[in-house]
């Protein structure tokens, strides 16, 4: 099992609290996480990925294991910490200001 670390206002479209627990089938990629995380919680489709081009969206962040992912390609495979359960996946919400 994969678990995910939502920002507070994802968790609250998603109507969950704390962390979330996702089986991936295959590798562990950013690709396949994000695929069922929209799988099993279709309302945050299009809020982490736009819809046409599968990019992240530009004030989302991923970290795992005090890493930052954001840059990585999404067919990568996740830290082994990732993908055994042992770490979270992170999507953060970046800020910007000036």
Do not use: N
Not at 19 to 33: F, I, K, N, W, Y
Not at 34 to 48: M, Q, S
Not at 71 to 86: I, K, N, R
Request: net charge negative.
């Amino acid at each position: 099992m994969i678990r995910v670390v939502l920002p507070t206002h994802l968790r609250t479209l998603a109507q969950v609290g704390g962390e979330v627990t996702l089986q991936v089938e295959g590798q562990a990629t950013q690709r396949s996480v994000l695929d069922a995380l929209e799988a099993r919680y279709p309302v945050l489709r299009g809020t982490i990925r736009d819809h046409g081009t599968q990019q992240r969206r530009a004030f989302v962040r991923f970290f795992a294991c005090r890493e930052d992912l954001s840059h990585e390609m999404p067919d990568a495979a996740l830290p082994e910490a990732v993908a055994t359960g042992s770490e979270p996946f992170l999507v953060v919400g970046a800020m910007a200001g000036g």
